[in-house]
């Protein structure tokens, strides 16, 4: 938002996606991770609710009810 426009919203969201985990420190492997998947909007605005996660570490997927 504060870009003036050099920084579109699709790069401004994949470098906080991919540096957060660079900036903590994280070092695991993608297969080691969680996905997250949401509808009714972007992952980062307010409209958008969880529908689903994906655990590969404890096996599990979870569906969320309406």
Sequence with gaps: MNS??????E???A???T????LLGVTEHA??????A???GDLLSFESKVV???SP???LVDLLAK
């Design 15 to 17: 470098m906080a996606s």
């Design 57 to 59: 570490r404890r096996g």
């Design 38 to 40: 949401t509808r009714g």
């Design 52 to 54: 689903a996660t994906i």
């Design 31 to 36: 297969a080691n991770t969680d996905l997250v």
């Design 4 to 9: 003036n426009g050099t920084l579109s919203y």
């Design 11 to 13: 790069d401004a969201l």
């Design 19 to 22: 540096n957060v985990e660079k």
